[in-house]
């Protein structure tokens, strides 16, 4: 599975825009970029996937170079609930979905 | 609320030990994921059944097992219990498995071992 690299922490005010970088260099071309989330000690929570297109729902957009070495998630507005960290996984097809979580990123939002 | 519910939410117990941690996937979900989370390893994939079927396996130690029913519920088995078994797992479930298919996790059982 390819390994995904994140900044540890980041921090974006109430309101703004937080855009979250991942990369994924090594991605092959069956792997798709996932991205989950985990509120204090709380279950991860399923974000938003993608293989090479755009993606965007109700939760957030997520944006694949065109290269699929990295990916950005995009919280439009974000709120002070969107604090959490933030993991950013490349699953392969054919594995059965099991995920593989790195550090991830630690997000902070501020009033 | 992802649906998913794990028994009992919090469990003490001392080394040597067995325990016995259950998990309830959504309605209709076929696949069960079993997820370890401590300070020091962070968040590790351990096993996958799929409708009553090992299907994937991680990080599981020989001493830790699991199983899926008919009903499709879970349990994670942990004997001879360490003070480096002490976390929180995970429990999650997904339609099938798979590339496709989100995974819904549950609120989590935290074990702590004296």
């Known amino acids: 599975d390819a390994k995904t690299t994140q900044p540890t922490s980041m921090d974006c005010a109430e309101g703004r825009a937080a855009n979250l970088p991942c990369n994924h260099s090594t991605i092959s071309g069956n792997e798709y970029v996932y991205w989950y989330r985990q509120i204090h000690s709380q279950g991860p929570q399923y974000i938003i996937h993608?293989?090479?297109?755009?993606e965007t729902n109700e939760m957030a957009s997520l944006i694949i170079t065109e290269d699929r070495k990295s990916s950005t998630l995009i919280l439009p507005h974000a709120t002070l609930r969107d604090t959490a960290v933030y993991y950013c996984i490349a699953v392969k097809w054919g594995q059965g979905g099991k995920l593989i979580f790195g550090q991830g990123t630690e997000l902070s939002v501020k009033p | 609320d992802s649906g998913v519910t794990q028994t009992p939410k919090h469990l003490i117990t001392a080394t040597g030990q067995r325990v016995t941690l259950r998990c309830s996937p959504r309605s209709g979900d076929l696949s069960v994921y079993w997820y370890q989370q401590s300070l020091d390893q962070g968040l590790q994939f351990l096993i996958q059944?799929?409708?009553?079927?090992?299907?994937a396996k991680g990080n599981i130690l020989e001493r830790f097992s699991a199983q899926q029913f008919p009903d499709l519920h879970s349990e994670l088995n942990l004997s001879s219990l360490e003070l480096g078994d002490s976390a929180l797992y995970f429990c999650?479930?997904?339609?099938?498995?798979?590339?496709?298919?989100?995974?819904?996790f549950g609120p989590g059982t935290r074990l702590t071992v004296l």
């Open positions: 993608g293989l090479k297109n755009n």
């Open positions: 999650a479930s997904s339609v099938v498995g798979g590339v496709g298919n989100e995974q819904f």
């Open positions: 059944y799929y409708n009553g079927e090992e299907r």
